[in-house]
C-alpha cells in the first residue's frame, strides 16, 4: 500500500512516521514534506500543498490508496472536494466543514446553536464598534482573527489598551489580511488548558488520549502566542472525568451539530479546551491534528493509524486503542521567532538515547541539513512516566549544539507539581 500525506511540518513527520511502520504500507510519499524526513524513510514529493492538480496527478500516478492531508491551509482551500471530485480517496473535512476552523465565528455559531460550552464573544468587523465593546467589557479579554493565523491571530490581552492595540493591527492595519478583516473578541477563561482530539466520521467520534501544548514563545509562559514549543502526554492534572464530559458535552455534539448544519465533518476534530470551575469549555475548535500534540499522541496510538483511516473513509468502525505510557516533546525554534528569525543553522541529524526528532523548518546544502523555518524540529522521547521522558528529552538537548537557537526548558513543569 502506497500512502499519501500533504504537508511539510513536524506534524506530517509524525503522522508519516506513524503510517510508515504499519506492515501494509510499502511506500509513504509526503508533499513537499522536508528533507529532515528522510532520515525515517519517508519519501519527500517536491509538490506545493496549494496545489492540487498536481497532488491529484501524482496521486493517480503513484497508485495511492488514499491522501492524508496534515495543514488548514489546503483545507481551507478544498484540496478535499477536488480529491473526491477527481475520484481519490482522501481523509480531511472538506472546504464547508473545515470553516469550523477557518472561521472562528462559523465555530461559535456551532457552538451556540448546539449548546457547547464556551466563552460569550460577540463578533465585529468594524473597529470603533469593536474598541466600543472592549471598553465596556474591561480586560484581560480576548482578540482572535476570525480567519486563519497561523496559531498567531490570537492575543489575550491583560489590559485594555492591549486589547485595543490588537484591535487596531487586525481590523485597520490588515496585519492578518482577510483573516483578520473581522475579529471575534470573546471573554477570557482562567484556566489549564488542554487538548482532546477525536477521529470523526460525521456522528461517530473516536477520542484520542489528551495533551497539553505550550503556546506562549518563553518560560513561565511569557512572550508572543507561537504555532506551539512543546507538549505532552497524559495531562495528569485533568480529571478522567472531565474528559469523558468534554468527550460528550463537546465533541460529540459538535459533530452532530456539524451534520445538522449541512457540515457534515470527516477528519480529525481537534478542540483546544480549559478547565474552569464550570467544567471544560472550548477555546477553539482545529479541522486537523493539533502541531506539537500529534507528536505526543501517536506515538501512544496502540491500534493501526492505517487501519483506522482505511475504516473510517469505508464507513467501518474502526478499533482505536492507546497505550499507557507518557510521551513528552519539546520544539527547537530560530532565535526571533515568532517574529523575525535567523535561518541556515546546521542541525543536529541523529538522535540522543531513545529520542526521536521530528523536523520542521528544514532545508539541506551538500549533504547537511540547515534550518529553514521558525519552529525547526522537536527532540520527543516515550517512557513510563512523564517525568522519565521529560528527562530524557532535556537530557538530550544539553548534548545538542544548537548556535542561533532556544527552546522552553518548562515544558511539562505543571505535570509534575
Keep these: 500500500m502506497k500512502l499519501l500525506v500533504i504537508g511539510g511540518g513536524g506534524r506530517e513527520h509524525a503522522i508519516a512516521k506513524k503510517l510508515l511502520a504499519d506492515k501494509e504500507v510499502t511506500t509513504v ?45 489546503p483545507l481551507q482551500r478544498g484540496i478535499v472536494d477536488d480529491f473526491q471530485k477527481a475520484g481519490l480517496l482522501v481523509f480531511g473535512p472538506n472546504q464547508k466543514a473545515a470553516q469550523i476552523e477557518s472561521s472562528k465565528d462559523f465555530a461559535k455559531q456551532i457552538m451556540r446553536n448546539n449548546q457547547i460550552p464556551t466563552a460569550d464573544y460577540k463578533t465585529f468587523s468594524d473597529y470603533h464598534n469593536a474598541a466600543a465593546y472592549v471598553k465596556e ?16 491571530g490570537v492575543v489575550v490581552a491583560e489590559t485594555v489598551p492591549q486589547a485595543l492595540t490588537a484591535l487596531s493591527d487586525m481590523l485597520e492595519d490588515n496585519r492578518f489580511g482577510e483573516s483578520g478583516a473581522k475579529v471575534v473578541v470573546e471573554d ?22 489528551i495533551a497539553q501544548d505550550h503556546k506562549r514563545a518563553y518560560d513561565g509562559d511569557k512572550g508572543p502566542n507561537t504555532g506551539g514549543m512543546g507538549a505532552y502526554s497524559p495531562v495528569p492534572q485533568i480529571s478522567d472525568e472531565m474528559v469523558e464530559k468534554a468527550v460528550k458535552e463537546i465533541l460529540e455534539p459538535a459533530a452532530s451539530g456539524m451534520v445538522r448544519n449541512g457540515t457534515p465533518f470527516t477528519g480529525i476534530l481537534y478542540a483546544g479546551l480549559i478547565a ?7 477555546i477553539e475548535f482545529n479541522a486537523r491534528f493539533g502541531d506539537p500534540e500529534t507528536q505526543v499522541v501517536l506515538p501512544r496510538l496502540k491500534s493501526s493509524l492505517v487501519a483506522i483511516i482505511t475504516a473510517l473513509l469505508t464507513d ?23 517574529g523575525k528569525y535567523q535561518k541556515g543553522m546546521v542541525l543536529p541529524q541523529k ?67
Design 137 to 152: 467589557k474591561g480586560a484581560p479579554i480576548v482578540i482572535k482573527a476570525d480567519g486563519l493565523a497561523a496559531g498567531k
Design 29 to 73: 510519499f509526503c508533499a513537499p514534506g522536508n528533507p529532515g524526513m528522510k532520515q525515517d524513510g519517508i519519501k519527500t514529493v517536491s509538490i506545493a500543498e496549494g496545489d492540487h492538480d498536481k497532488l491529484i496527478d501524482f496521486a493517480k500516478t503513484e497508485n495511492v490508496a488514499w491522501t492524508f492531508v496534515g495543514p488548514e491551509a
Design 188 to 209: 477570557f477563561l482562567a484556566g489549564e488548558e488542554f487538548s482532546l482530539l477525536a477521529f470523526v466520521k460525521d456522528e461517530a467520534v473516536y477520542p484520542m488520549v
Design 276 to 282: 474552569t470551575n464550570e467544567g471544560a469549555k472550548v
Design 351 to 417: 538522535t540522543m538515547g531513545s529520542t526521536e526528532l521530528y523536523f520542521a523548518g528544514t532545508a539541506e546544502k551538500n549533504g547537511e541539513l540547515l534550518a529553514n523555518g521558525g519552529r525547526i524540529f522537536l527532540v520527543a522521547a516515550q517512557a513510563a512516566n512523564l517525568e522519565k521522558a521529560r528527562n530524557e528529552v532535556y537530557d538530550a538537548l544539553k548534548q545538542m549544539s544548537l548556535p542561533e537557537m532556544f527552546y522552553r526548558h518548562d515544558i511539562g513543569a505543571k505535570a509534575l507539581k
Design 316 to 338: 467501518e468502525k474502526p478499533e482505536v486503542t492507546w497505550h499507557d505510557n507518557a510521551a513528552f516533546g519539546v520544539v527547537v525554534a530560530a532565535e526571533g521567532y515568532p
